[in-house]
């Protein structure tokens, strides 16, 4: 069908730049390019520089079935031809250059002809538009100086929609993320102020003021419950990458059968149920932290991509063909004994020497009983707001020292767990902790007593504790500070001994010392 240029133009520019859907766009050009000129499929290919290949990203026939995207590989030479070539080709039995006919049996071009129509944008190409027709020397030259007219509107209409496929990529992305991070803030990360930084955790709080504003991977050492996470909170937001994202990753909580998945990523279609596309982990945390809590749970398979992930900065999905540059810091932390785990075959030595390149050991609470008094206060306030008390009730007197008393074997957890159970049982007053006293064991009857005789009256926590440190005292000699002191035996800072020899009327007098 004969038809006019100037029509031509006009007709196939309204179609292809009618929407930003490439698909929709080509379907409507493609109803009206079978009007005029012989084709039976159109397809839109682009060069994609990552992968060295042709990427299809549009394709219409008549057959209306949709085909699934097709990446083309392409050889060195026929690479740097294809970026090459400014105008129409034809390709068919008539074309006897070697570069086309390799290009032919890529496409599997056997039996058909192909109008190809390279796309330019000010000098640089943005892709291709094939006309394909079934049969052979189907096309001839007045096809392709007629095709030739549209090559800079198909090429901006392109260029357009694959912008704008970018764009609605990257607000998904950014929707994701935002979703994604929100599920992970929890209160107390935002890198504020860390109770016993002044005392129990001094030296921690030091450590963590010179490795922060530095890139290197950091190894938290220290029992369940500690507060690991908090401290990988403070070196976070003490660092350059504060703006960035702060993901936080339990390697104890993932099933080994999805734990890949979880930390990598997967392409779609890389098993059954990968119905899209999956960022992991170590994507979502690109130019901020990757907090690796329990990494000695890691499988033995994922520890090998990990230590290739920290050689080589660089990560592949699951599923995924092409390496993914990644910026990262990874702080990981560990209640277990590593080194044994790796006499035992449980942890590869060379991600051992990977991760630790400055260990922090976080001590227990027992160790540091002096942050206990500031801790409970600062658990009461946090946890009234969290069970939506209206009021903060205060803690009644002699309540922080029977907190001091105890082992806390659960650590900063344990305490809080405490604190939490304190408040659901409060019912106006001041908290005691009640629940901490042991209980009185049965004490057996003097032989010579009445069975009828009461009981002798258990002392006050006050007068127990008064008892005991004087006790103390009386071994120390007298003695508060320094090696053998009182202070060391009782496992409490001296100014706190002190304070609380004050308050309990205890004199180290009674200790033998003047």
């Not at 094939?130 to 198909?154: C, F, M, S, T």
């Not at 991977?217 to 403070?234: F, R, S």
């Not at 500031?374 to 946890?383: F, M, N, P, S, Y």
Request: aromatic fraction near 4%; proline fraction near 6%.
């Amino acid at each position: 069908m004969k038809v006019k240029h100037e029509e031509f133009f006009r007709e196939v520019t309204l179609r292809f730049c009618s929407s930003l859907d490439i698909n929709i766009a080509i379907q409507r050009c493609f109803l009206y390019l079978r009007g005029v000129l012989p084709v039976d499929e159109i397809f839109l290919d682009i060069l994609d520089l990552q992968l060295g290949a042709i990427r299809r990203i549009a394709d219409v026939t008549v057959d209306v079935s949709p085909k699934p995207a097709e990446i083309i590989p392409l050889p060195e030479e026929v690479w740097f031809w294809a970026q090459s070539v400014h105008e129409p080709v034809i390709v068919d039995s008539t074309n006897k250059d070697p570069i086309v006919r390799k290009i032919a049996a890529l496409t599997k071009n056997e039996g058909k002809s192909d109008l190809s129509l390279p796309l330019h944008i000010e000098g640089k190409k943005v892709g291709v538009l094939i006309l394909r027709a079934n049969g052979d020397r189907v096309y001839r030259k007045e096809h392709a100086d007629l095709i030739r007219l549209v090559a800079e509107p198909i090429a901006i209409a392109l260029s357009n929609a694959l912008a704008h496929e970018e764009l609605l990529h990257l607000r998904d992305v950014l929707l994701d993320d935002n979703r994604f991070l929100q599920r992970e803030l929890s209160p107390g990360s935002d890198g504020g102020d860390i109770v016993g930084e002044q005392s129990g955790l001094r030296n921690v709080m030091e450590q963590v003021r010179q490795v922060a504003p530095l890139n290197n991977t950091v190894l938290l050492l220290g029992e369940t419950g500690v507060g690991k996470e908090v401290i990988a909170n403070a070196i976070h937001y003490g660092s350059t990458r504060s703006s960035g994202p702060f993901v936080k990753v339990n390697c104890g909580a993932i099933a080994d059968t999805l734990i890949d998945s979880e930390l990598f990523g997967h392409e779609k279609g890389a098993f059954t149920g990968a119905v899209a596309e999956k960022r992991g982990r170590f994507e979502r945390a690109n130019g901020g932290t990757l907090f690796l809590d329990e990494i000695g749970e890691l499988p033995l398979q994922a520890q090998v991509k990990l230590l290739r992930v920290l050689q080589n900065r660089e990560l592949e999905r699951v599923g995924g063909a092409k390496p993914i540059p990644i910026n990262i810091r990874i702080i990981a932390a560990t209640n277990r004994n590593l080194e044994q785990m790796i006499t035992e075959g449980h942890f590869r030595e060379d991600l051992w020497f990977r991760i630790n390149v400055f260990p922090i050991f976080i001590p227990p609470l027992r160790q540091r009983r002096e942050d206990i008094p500031a801790l409970a206060r600062h658990l009461v306030q946090v946890k009234s707001r969290e069970l939506g008390l209206t009021e903060v009730p205060a803690i009644a007197l002699g309540a922080l020292e029977r907190l001091m008393i105890c082992d806390w074997p659960g650590n900063v957890r344990e305490l809080q767990n405490i604190v939490e159970r304190e408040l659901i049982r409060h019912r106006g007053g001041s908290l005691s902790f009640e629940s901490l006293l042991p209980p009185l064991s049965p004490q057996k009857e003097p032989p010579s007593s009445n069975v009828n005789q009461e009981l002798e009256k258990p002392e006050s926590l006050d007068e127990a504790m008064a008892h005991h440190i004087r006790k103390v005292i009386t071994f120390t000699k007298g003695k508060i500070n320094g090696t053998g002191g009182a202070a060391e035996l009782l496992r409490i800072n001296p100014s706190t001994l002190r304070s609380r020899m004050a308050k309990l009327g205890v004199n180290r007098k009674e200790g033998g010392n003047p």
